[in-house]
């Protein structure tokens, strides 16, 4: 049985890239969405510059919701909105998972979350119920996802829906990495902020990938 369609939104940049890689590897169908065909198309031909046994196919951001089982979304904060509004149909009754970092120019070593209190929590609130909005992979060095080695970082996965976030943690362990529960779409704000700190932490002390790892469980 083959494994569901990821629409990635925005899978132009590190993120959308490698974990296009690493889910392709596990066995999924890629699609990546960008706001014009050409643009998919030529992020999708780079893809295949780095990674040429991953295939991906190239769509506008509408249908490449509408072609995903699964959707991601990796743009940059100030496109959030926007992004979502124009797909926001498409993904009704889906899981999105929203990797938005509400990063604010030039202080991303300050936390500056949004006034709905997180992006995540944004996202839920624009795009409704309906939509299982899943919040994951903030605190993940964006570079890594692209190489063949071990991510040294843990996936914090915080949504409304319990089965949803199961999923988000499944598709973290697909990619080499491990997932926890971080409860409902509003403590995703921890792991947003969280971003500005590891940054602050690369800085002063000269480390290029920092990260988080939860610890008390016993390795199985």
């Known amino acids: ?109 300050t936390v500056q979350l949004p006034p709905e209190g997180s992006a995540g929590k944004r996202a839920q609130d624009l795009l409704g119920d309906d939509v299982m909005v899943v919040t994951a992979f903030q605190n993940v060095a964006a570079h890594l996802l692209k190489e063949d080695v071990k991510i040294e970082c843990d996936v914090l996965v915080a949504g409304n829906k319990k089965a949803a976030r199961d999923k988000v943690i499944e598709l973290a362990e697909q990619a080499g990495m491990r997932g926890w529960h971080a409860g409902p779409i509003e403590n995703s704000a921890a792991a947003e902020a969280l971003t500005s700190i590891l940054i602050q932490i690369n800085r002063r002390h000269d480390i290029s990938h920092s990260g988080i790892q939860i610890v008390g469980q016993a390795d199985h």
Do not use: C
């Not at 190239?58 to 919701?65: G, I, K, Q, T």
């Not at 699964?70 to 926001?88: D, F, N, R």
């Not at 998972?97 to 030039?106: G, H, Q, R, S």
């Open 1 to 109: 049985m083959s494994k569901e369609t990821i629409a990635i939104l925005g899978g132009t940049g590190d993120l959308g890239t490698g974990l296009a890689i690493r889910w392709s590897k596990a066995g999924y169908k890629i699609v990546i969405g960008s706001r014009t065909l050409e643009k998919a198309t030529t992020a999708v031909e780079n893809l295949k510059k780095i990674s040429p046994q991953t295939p991906a196919e190239p769509m506008e951001n509408a249908d490449a919701a509408a072609a995903g089982d699964i959707v991601v979304l990796t743009v940059p904060a100030e496109h959030q909105v926007s992004t979502l509004t124009g797909v926001k149909d498409a993904l009704q009754g889906k899981i999105l998972i929203d990797v938005t970092v509400p990063l604010v120019p030039p202080k991303v070593g």
